[in-house]
């Protein structure tokens, strides 16, 4: 009966699981509110020390040391066949300096930005792929995201900048645990050996200044993902009646996955206090490597050795084009300038139709964003450098989805997605 039972357990593992991907809370929200405020539209108009997410050639463009802070909260609503899939809200912090060098008519930079939840340092699901289940935020939301980044202008009509996007794979000898009894007395035990290797992801970008008016902006940003391999053994021995052991081995290729992608910008300032800017995104999902996990199992529990593997192909998404506006208005000033912000972004997803056995939830959006911004030249005590405080407002509308299953490819339910993330931030930059 327990020999049964237990490799019923070790059977029903072998389902076929699916990690979490997508970008970190900087790419879906930006590293500042001036950004969040214009959905994101911020690859050619970006300037200083908040630039390094989006477009590292912005970073010398502030001739001002700075330093960096913000903080931001999102309430997250995705449902799934119109029941809430109970999603954790997300909250972290962003914190960043700038330091700039100024030489002839140059200007180099160095700046380093770091994304922190509250909540946990980042976290890794695995579900089964056959499950509905919203791939791309269940995760996506809730990591950290760290960013360094240098720049050099050159004039006043050039600068470029690199960077990179560091993660943590997670590897090792994996988990193993010794169950059993001994003159019938129950014992257990376990041991942990998992290593965190880092890998870079670069970034390069470069805003141009053609005239006064109008400002063009690249970015290109390769794709990083966290690799987990882990091997779990469970050693058996049951005086009398079972002895053995149960290896179960982990492999995901590109978990936490962010694809490469490369964005071209315009910014046109119509009149001093107001200007529109405007980015469209490639991102190459088309080349994604994993995502659905491999598990091999290999039973020996007194019996013939057995291996049960687990291994399937690409998951197949799609490229995509992403579009997004934005516009900047200082509606007053003074010795200060007060600014308002808006903009909107159409974001698809990458996802086909499910139709087979995957049932991935994910869905196209559109985002509204609000924002409002306060350059204050008159409060900072300990330089005369300005002090900006910005705060942003967004709305993503996760647009309804319906999944009709092929019987012919797999005989599951149908299924609908749809769902609102409402997010507001707030960041400080402080000129030294």
Same mark, same amino acid.
């Given at each position: 009966?327990?020999?049964t039972?237990y490799?019923?357990i ?7 699981f699916? &990690?979490e ?14 950004? $969040? !405020?214009?959905?994101?539209?911020y690859?050619?108009? &970006? ?8 477009? #590292?050639?912005?970073? $010398?463009? /502030?001739?001002? #040391?700075?330093?960096f802070?913000g ?8 449902t ?12 972290? &912090? ?5 330091? +700039?060098y100024h030489?002839?008519?140059m ?10 939840p ?29 960013? +360094?980044?240098?720049?050099l ?27 059993g ?7 257990? &035990?376990?041991?942990l050996?998992?290593?965190l290797?880092s ?6 970008g ?8 109008l ?5 290109h940003?390769?794709?990083? !993902?966290i690799? =987990? ?8 021995n ?12 982990? @492999? ?5 996955y ?6 071209a910008? =315009? ?14 995104t490639w991102s190459?999902?088309?080349s994604? +490597? ?7 199992i290999?039973?020996?529990?007194d019996?013939?050795? *057995? ?7 690409? +998951?197949?998404?799609? @490229?995509?084009?992403? *579009?997004?506006?934005?516009?900047e ?7 200060? @300038?007060?600014k308002l912000?808006g ?20 869905n196209?959006?559109?985002l ?8 204050l ?7 005369? $450098?300005?002090?900006?405080?910005d705060?942003?407002?967004q709305?993503h ?8 299953? @092929?019987?012919t490819?797999?005989p ?6 749809s769902? /609102?993330?409402i ?10």
């Open positions: 009966m327990f020999r039972r490799i019923g070790i059977t029903l593992c072998s389902l076929m699916v &990690s991907l997508y970008a970190d809370p900087v790419e879906e929200f930006g590293l500042g509110s001036r950004a $969040a !405020g214009m959905a994101g539209a690859t050619s108009s &970006s300037i200083g020390i908040d630039s390094v997410g989006t477009n #590292p050639g912005g970073l $010398a463009l /502030d001739p001002n #040391p700075s330093i802070f903080y931001g909260f999102g309430y997250v609503n995705a799934i066949n119109n029941i809430s899939t109970k999603l954790n809200n997300t909250r972290g &912090s962003t914190w960043g300096f700038a330091v +700039p030489f002839r008519d200007t180099a930079a160095l700046g380093f930005a770091f994304y922190v509250d909540q946990f340092l980042a976290r890794i699901t695995l579900q089964s792929s056959s499950n509905p289940h919203f791939v791309l935020l269940n995760n996506s939301l809730y990591r950290s995201a760290i960013n +360094p980044a240098l720049s202008r050159v004039g006043s009509w050039l600068s470029l900048g690199i960077g990179a996007t560091f993660l943590t794979d997670v590897t090792g000898n994996g988990i193993v645990f010794n169950l009894t001994i003159d019938g007395i129950k014992n257990g &035990s376990g041991k050996d998992i290593e290797p890998k870079m992801a670069p970034q390069f470069v805003i141009i200044k053609p005239i006064e008016a400002t063009i902006g690249f970015a940003k390769e794709s990083i !993902g690799d =987990l391999s882990l091997d779990l053994v469970a050693n058996i049951i005086g009398g009646i079972v002895s053995g052991d149960t290896t179960i081995k982990v @492999d995901n290729t590109s978990t936490y962010s694809p490469r992608r490369s964005t910008s =315009l910014t046109y300032q119509i009149i001093d206090t107001l200007l529109l800017t405007g980015d469209v190459d999902w088309s994604y +490597p994993g995502g659905i996990t491999e598990i091999d290999a039973i020996n529990l019996t013939a050795p *057995s291996i049960a593997i687990n291994n399937h192909q690409k +998951p197949m998404f799609d @490229d995509t084009w992403s *579009s997004r506006i934005g516009t208005w200082i509606f007053y000033q003074n010795e200060n @300038d007060y912000r903009g909107y972004a159409y974001l698809p997803t990458p996802i086909p139709p499910q139709s087979g056995q995957t049932s991935f939830a994910d196209n959006r559109h509204f964003s609000l924002g409002f911004g306060m350059t030249d008159d409060y900072n005590f300990i330089s005369n $450098a300005p002090i900006h405080f705060t942003a407002l709305w509308s996760l647009i309804e989805r319906n999944n009709i299953k @092929d019987p490819l797999y599951g339910n149908n299924f609908t997605s769902g /609102d993330i997010h507001f931030g707030i960041s400080v930059k402080l000129g030294l």
